[in-house]
């Protein structure tokens, strides 16, 4: 079949919303395999804290990039980008439908378009930044950014450092805005992508992860965050869930507070997700209660549009 007829499936929106459920449904109805985009559930060490799909889950269907890594392993989204397209090259011999499934925005849009390309900056803004981090806060940076770069503020994982220094240092070292680099050349791809968002009345979506997470404890977070308190510095775990628990284990807070802390850092993330996404205009939204034979049907649909 030719190369314009295979067509990633991408499934994204909020977190607790559903998307895994709704993956393995559609890999089932399309014979295929899934390609999970979600950055915290590359590692094998988080598997409770970042609803990693359960073993029964993983049998529904054939799912690539779930726990393939370990949090000792540096894996950046450049990385990401690369394997993902190699493994998609591979199912596409054999599929002409793959599912992708996963709320981190930045690796969502690294595999459909490819990545920004970033003017260099000077090192000694960064060394600057890293600086303030230590000696002020991250708060501080998070500031900086929300005077320089509003709609940067808004989008990307605020509470990352990272994230925070990486959008500050071009904005300071250019002195334009971070998100003016974004998007400006889409990679070709030799598939077509149809996205598909699922998505809820706020409070439902907020009820849904406050019940997430008390299920998580139930599941025995604390002592999977436990048993990764020496390597609590480390990146991969500087994330809601586990830093939120790492800050009761450390004696700073009581766990109801932590506990309810993850709820509220959990909600803000959705709002954000849910912004992130809302950016693409092509995305085909439906309430996440509908029936699988009706979201099959709309992307029968547009395929064949599509194909037209």
């Known amino acids: 079949m030719n190369s314009t007829h295979k067509y990633l499936i991408s499934i994204v929106g909020p977190t607790a919303i559903g998307k895994t459920a709704l993956s393995i449904r559609l890999a089932q109805h399309f014979n295929s395999e899934i390609i999970s985009a979600d950055s915290r559930q590359f590692f094998k060490e988080m598997q409770i804290g970042t609803a990693a799909p359960s073993p029964v889950e993983l049998k529904g269907a054939k799912h690539h990039f779930i726990n393939h890594k370990s949090i000792h392993d540096h894996y950046s989204v450049g990385s990401f980008e690369k394997d993902a397209l190699e493994c998609l090259e591979a199912l596409f011999k054999n599929h002409d439908v793959v599912i992708m499934v996963g709320g981190s925005g930045l690796y969502v849009d690294a595999v459909i378009h490819g990545l920004d390309d970033f003017p260099d900056v000077d090192s000694a803004i960064r060394k600057r930044l890293n600086n303030e981090l230590k000696t002020k806060s991250l708060e501080h940076l998070q500031n900086q950014l929300k005077s320089l770069d509003l709609p940067s503020y808004q989008t990307i994982a605020i509470d990352n450092p990272h994230r925070v220094i ?39 979506i907020y009820d849904r992860i406050n019940k997430r997470v008390d299920i998580m404890m139930e599941q025995g977070l604390l002592n999977e965050v436990k048993s990764l308190l020496p390597f609590k510095n480390l990146n991969a775990l500087n994330t809601v869930g586990y830093k939120e628990l790492f800050n009761y284990l450390d004696g700073e807070w009581e766990l109801d507070f932590a506990v309810s802390e993850i709820k509220k ?42 194909s037209k």
């Open 166 to 204: 990486r959008a500050l240092e071009i904005c300071i070292g250019t002195g334009k805005p971070y998100s003016s680099f974004l998007n400006k050349g889409k990679a070709k791809r030799p598939f077509k992508t149809i996205s598909i968002g699922l998505t809820a009345e706020r409070q439902t």
């Open 265 to 306: 850092n959990t909600r803000r993330f959705a709002k954000r997700q849910l912004t992130w996404f809302k950016k693409n205009e092509d995305t085909l939204w439906f309430d996440y209660l509908t029936p699988t034979e009706t979201t099959t049907d709309r992307l029968k649909k547009s395929m064949e549009d599509e």
